[in-house]
């Protein structure tokens, strides 16, 4: 973490990390993901599958910074258009949709977090990060961006569903690219 950073992020320290994005097809991509035993949900098979989800074949490097809810500056929960736009203020911005298998596949010493004592409503699931993306479509039946959990030792890379309307705990973790 740069020192700047700490003047930037409100509310503590934040994670931050480089992301190997690109390169590979999308079938391969896949096949990676089943290499190292990750898991899909329903809507991460979904969202990955989709004609929308486009791979990108120029490898590049992102910059992405992981920090709460809190640490953005709502410490009762926000909606994810307030997420977005104070993230925008902080100079981060969305991340692409593809980055979410790529981080999971570097990130494999994710830890597991158990349930917490404080109320699961309006949270996402424990010890999982949010990929902060825009959505490939309003439609609200499909999935709008992936999430990386490990549970019982497995690592999940899995799509969610969540409306304009959804709030956030101030717990939940995102990560979101540096503009």
């Known amino acids: 973490m740069l020192i700047e950073d700490e003047k930037v992020y409100p509310d503590g320290s934040v994670e931050i990390r480089i992301v190997n994005v690109g390169?590979?097809?999308?079938?391969?991509?896949?096949?990676?993901?089943?290499?190292?035993?990750?898991?899909l949900?329903?809507?991460?098979?979904?969202?990955?599958?989709?004609?929308?989800?486009i791979v990108s074949s120029m490898k590049r490097n992102l910059q992405t910074v992981e920090l709460t809810v809190r640490q953005l500056g709502f410490s009762d929960g926000a909606?994810?258009?307030?997420?977005?736009r104070r993230a925008n203020e902080l100079g981060l911005?969305?991340?692409?949709?593809?980055?979410?298998?790529?981080?999971?596949?570097q990130y494999l010493d994710q830890p597991e977090i158990g349930s917490t004592h404080i109320s699961e409503e309006k949270k996402a699931p424990s010890g999982s990060i949010?990929?902060?993306?825009?959505?490939?479509?309003?439609d609200?039946?499909?999935p709008k961006g992936f999430y990386l959990r490990r549970k019982n030792d497995k690592l999940?890379?899995?799509?969610?569903?969540?409306?304009?309307?959804?709030?956030w705990s101030p717990y939940d973790r995102f990560i979101f690219c540096r503009a």
């Open 156 to 167: 999940w890379l899995r799509g969610y569903l969540a409306d304009h309307l959804h709030t």
């Open 23 to 39: 390169g590979l097809t999308k079938p391969q991509l896949i096949e990676k993901l089943d290499e190292h035993s990750i898991l």
């Open 41 to 53: 949900n329903k809507y991460g098979e979904q969202l990955i599958n989709d004609e929308r989800f």
């Open 130 to 138: 949010t990929i902060a993306s825009e959505a490939l479509t309003e």
């Open 140 to 142: 609200i039946d499909f």
């Open 79 to 84: 909606t994810t258009l307030q997420l977005f």
């Open 93 to 105: 911005e969305c991340c692409p949709v593809e980055l979410g298998p790529y981080l999971r596949l």
